[in-house]
């Protein structure tokens, strides 16, 4: 009988809570979004399509490439909803929903972001490929949960100019498979918000004003942070400590040190999408 409780939410029909998804739906390459609206454009370089899921800001096409059984999702904006999705994610293949207990056998997943953020250092400018390899948390999603921590010597190192923060790093066979001349590589922050802790100025006054120069001068151990955006840290440091293989790959939209935006932020996204699959290996 099917033991239910309100820790791991289940619909009448057996799907998990926010997501909609049954265990049988989930395969192990995933491709996320932050925008709903984007997961058709990914979608589309399916073979197949043969399911499509909307619940909340959660657009999720389940479908086949070369064979392969790939899903492609949104996530909505932010590490709240980036908790969400990788918890019910890795629910969903690795707990017992008849007990509610862990498996003993532990599945893990490639899950790829393909998102947009703007660059802090001015030699990457508008319209590029970046690869993150460091990911730093800005936001606290860290503070919640016991995670693996490999990285405290450089936790230490930003603590003057962030705070606690946690960091985590790409999975390497992943960071080696997408990395290319095509691409670059990067160390990214993970914000809170777009608009305050991205230091961008609002009605609001900051009680850091110059966040961004200070990012942008620092040398840290494991190179310099070079971009900014709202989901990669959770990403990363949930994916890693539940075993699963994570990348971020960013389509560089802002140039933060001269305030340019791209002219064709859709072109470069597109261009995005186009290099993930060309590089996809299942």
């Known amino acids: 009988m099917e033991k239910k409780n309100a820790n791991w939410i289940l619909n009448t029909d057996g799907s998990i809570y926010h997501l909609c998804l049954k265990p049988e739906d989930v395969p192990s390459n995933i491709l996320t979004v932050g925008d709903p609206d984007r997961v058709p454009e990914v979608s ?29 999702m949104s996530t909505g904006m932010g590490t709240d909803n980036i908790d969400i999705v990788m918890q ?14 862990a498996k003993h056998e532990i599945k893990s997943l490639k899950i790829i972001r393909l998102g947009t953020s703007g660059s802090i250092q001015p030699h990457i400018s508008v319209d590029q490929i970046l690869l993150t390899d460091f990911a730093i948390s800005m936001d606290n999603l860290h503070r919640h949960y016991v995670l693996k921590r490999k990285f405290e010597n450089y936790e230490m190192e930003l603590f003057p100019f962030l705070g606690m923060v946690h960091v985590t790093r790409a999975d390497a066979d992943l960071l080696n498979q997408f990395q290319s001349h095509k691409t670059l590589l990067g160390n990214t922050l993970t914000a809170p918000g777009f608009y305050g802790p991205q230091g961008r100025k609002t009605r609001l006054p900051l009680r850091e004003d110059s966040i961004i120069e200070k990012l942008s ?6 190179g310099k942070i070079t971009n900014m955006e709202m989901e990669t840290s959770g990403i990363y440091s949930l994916g ?3 075993g699963h293989k994570c990348l971020s790959v960013n389509a560089i ?10 002219t064709n932020p859709a072109g470069i996204v597109k261009q995005m999408i186009e290099y993930v699959f060309s590089r996809l290996v299942f």
């Open 44 to 72: 589309r370089h399916f073979d197949t399509i043969h399911k499509k899921i909307r619940n909340r800001e959660f657009e999720i096409h389940i479908g086949k490439l070369g064979g392969h059984d790939i899903l492609a």
């Open 88 to 101: 019910e994610l890795d629910a969903l293949v690795n707990v017992d929903f008849s007990t509610m207990e």
């Open 217 to 222: 001068d620092a040398d840290f151990s494991f």
């Open 240 to 242: 890693e400590s539940l």
């Open 253 to 262: 939209l802002a140039q933060r040190n001269t305030n340019q935006f791209s």
